[in-house]
């Protein structure tokens, strides 16, 4: 259970790190007007449409298992 916990716990905190990481790469409040020229890690807008197909479909099948 605890290293169940641990790939959980660290899971997150990579991927708040990333996202801390990007914000801060990207932001023009940070970096002034030189933003555009920095690549982020994640491409956040094709991550955002995976995850919203994802719940869908896992919606979908919770639908169809608890209809039987």
């Given at each position: 259970m605890r290293t169940f916990l641990g790939m959980i716990l660290g899971a997150l905190l990579l991927v708040c790190?990333?996202?801390?990481?990007?914000s801060m790469n990207t932001s023009?409040?940070?970096?002034?007007?030189?933003?555009?020229?920095?690549?982020?890690?994640?491409n956040w807008d094709v991550a955002a449409t995976d995850w919203k197909a994802l719940k869908t479909r896992a919606h979908?099948?919770?639908t169809k298992i608890a209809s039987k």
């Open positions: 790190g990333v996202y801390v990481y990007d023009s409040v940070a970096n002034g007007q030189v933003a555009q020229n920095n690549r982020t890690i994640v979908e099948e919770w």
